[in-house]
Structure formats: structure tokens, C-alpha cells
Nanobody
Framework: QVQLVESGGGLVQPGGSLRLSCAET?????????MGWYRQAPGKQRELVAS???????TYANSVKGRFTISRDNVQNTVYLQMNSLKPEDTNAYYC?????????WGQGTQVTVSS
């Protein structure tokens, strides 16, 4: 069973940076997964922030292009989301996602709050 553990959320001022981490801890074949970060505000649908394929191809939501960077370490079984130039509208719960074929797995989420 795939297990995803997120960390790195917190409170940051506008213009600041945070790095989220998501570790796959069950020993599954991490390198075969498509990994992604999603975010969800209360009462709203969960939306894709960024994804990275097993080959390292990346996609980003238009709202974060140029500010966020997704990366993966297939030795540490971890995916990262570097978030720079944070804005108040980036305030959300952020969720790690792993996909392999029809199977989808989610982490428990980590809160990011951007406020002065």
C-alpha cells in the first residue's frame, strides 16, 4: 500500500518561500509513479498545482508558473514543491498525489498560509 507523508507547510509572509516535501514510505516503486501536488480551499474543488512524470516531465497551473517548481528524488522516494514569491491567494491545504495506471493515492495534506 502506497503511503504518502507530506511536510513543510506553515505560515509565511507574502513574497516569502516554502518547500513542501512528500515522502513515499511504504517502499513502493516510487520512480514509476506520476507525482503531483494539488491544493484545495474550503468549499472549493481540489485543483492541480504541479505534476511530474516518472521521466521528469513537469506541468504547472498557470497561476503558479514561474513561481513554483516541482522536483523528485527517486533515491529518497520524495517529491518536492518549491514555492517562491508566495501570495495570499496561495493559502490552501496542499495535497500530495501519486498515480500509477488507474490507481491514485493521496497524502493527508499540509496547510500553507500566506499572510502578513
Amino acid at each position: 500500500q502506497v503511503q504518502l507523508v507530506e511536510s513543510g507547510g506553515g505560515l509565511v509572509q507574502p513574497g516569502g518561500s516554502l518547500r513542501l516535501s512528500c515522502a513515499e514510505t511504504s517502499g513502493s516503486i516510487f520512480r514509476t509513479f506520476v507525482m503531483g501536488w494539488y491544493r484545495q480551499a474550503p468549499g472549493k474543488q481540489r485543483e492541480l498545482v504541479a505534476s511530474i512524470s516518472s521521466a521528469g516531465y513537469t506541468t504547472y497551473a498557470n497561476s503558479v508558473k514561474g513561481r513554483f517548481t516541482i522536483s523528485r528524488d527517486n533515491v529518497q522516494n520524495t517529491v518536492y514543491l518549491q514555492m517562491n514569491s508566495l501570495k495570499p491567494e496561495d493559502t490552501n491545504a496542499y495535497y500530495c498525489n501519486a498515480r500509477y495506471g488507474p490507481d491514485i493515492y493521496w497524502g493527508q495534506g499540509t496547510q500553507v498560509t500566506v499572510s502578513s
